[in-house]
């Protein structure tokens, strides 16, 4: 299976300012057929379940603000929310489709500071 | 709108099976694959498997299989989920997610359902 590894667990940013959680593959996520990166990221509020931010490691899905961007190719990748609102306090998840089993990093969970 | 609405929250004992049920709305119901993901208290999200409800055929996570049942009910437009022998390793929250494509598998999800927590206690 492919390991995801998120970091940090946790972080606290002020608002305004940039906040920006990695995600780490146990193996590449690149396709050589299609060029792209199989990785998705979610944003899990408290009480509710996850929400589609991103696939294809940067396609931002239709909806989500354009401060919320993604990055990275092979086995490391990046969330940035370029500046913080106090609506986007949530876990964050990142997700593999590259191969079954389908699997998640832990999550990284954003605070105000 | 595209919403997926779950049944209410079980509590089970040790041994027994819970099913759980999804009923997607919004959108013609065999047009999208639904997947399970369940959340464990304080652990990140684990995908269990997937169901075609255009032709009832499913995949399961390793982990799952042999234990888990994923089926659908045309004419009820809903998906259900079934796992059994549960132990207490098994309490968690419950989710259905609906594909994002029409066209197979994307194997990302939006929308997700609201949840069912179900509880493994003696």
């Known amino acids: 299976d492919i390991v995801m590894n998120q970091s940090p667990d946790s972080l606290a940013v002020s608002l305004g300012q940039r906040a920006t959680i990695n995600c780490k593959s146990s193996?590449?996520?690149?396709?050589?057929?299609?060029?792209?990166?199989?990785l998705a990221w979610y944003q899990q509020k408290p009480g509710q379940p996850p929400k589609l931010l991103i696939y294809?490691?940067?396609t931002r899905e239709s909806g989500v603000p354009d401060r919320f961007s993604g990055s990275g190719s092979g086995t490391d990748f990046t969330l940035t929310i370029s500046s913080l609102q106090a609506e986007d306090v949530a876990v964050y998840h990142c997700?593999?489709?590259?191969?079954?089993?389908?699997?998640f990093g832990g999550g990284t969970r954003v605070e105000i500071k | 709108q595209v919403q997926l609405v779950q049944s209410g929250a079980e509590v089970k004992k040790p041994g027994a099976s819970v099913k759980v049920s999804c009923m997607p709305s919004?959108?013609?119901?065999?047009?999208?694959?639904i997947h399970w993901v369940r959340q464990a208290p304080g652990h990140g999200l684990e995908w269990m498997g997937l169901?075609?409800?255009?032709?009832?055929?499913?995949t399961y996570g390793r982990k799952f299989q042999g234990r888990v049942t994923m089926t659908r009910d045309t004419s009820a437009s809903t998906v259900y989920m079934e796992l059994s022998s549960l132990t207490s390793e098994d309490t968690a929250v419950y989710y259905c997610?609906?594909?994002?494509?029409?066209?197979?598998?994307?194997?990302?999800?939006?929308?997700w359902g609201q949840g069912t927590l179900v509880t493994v206690s003696s």
């Open positions: 997700q593999q489709y590259y191969t079954s089993p389908l699997t």
């Open positions: 997610a609906r594909d994002w494509t029409t066209r197979g598998r994307a194997d990302w999800f939006d929308p």
């Open positions: 919004g959108y013609i119901f065999t047009d999208y694959y």
């Open positions: 169901i075609d409800p255009r032709g009832g055929s499913t």
């Open positions: 193996q590449s996520l690149l396709s050589s057929f299609t060029n792209q990166n199989y």
């Open positions: 294809w490691a940067s």
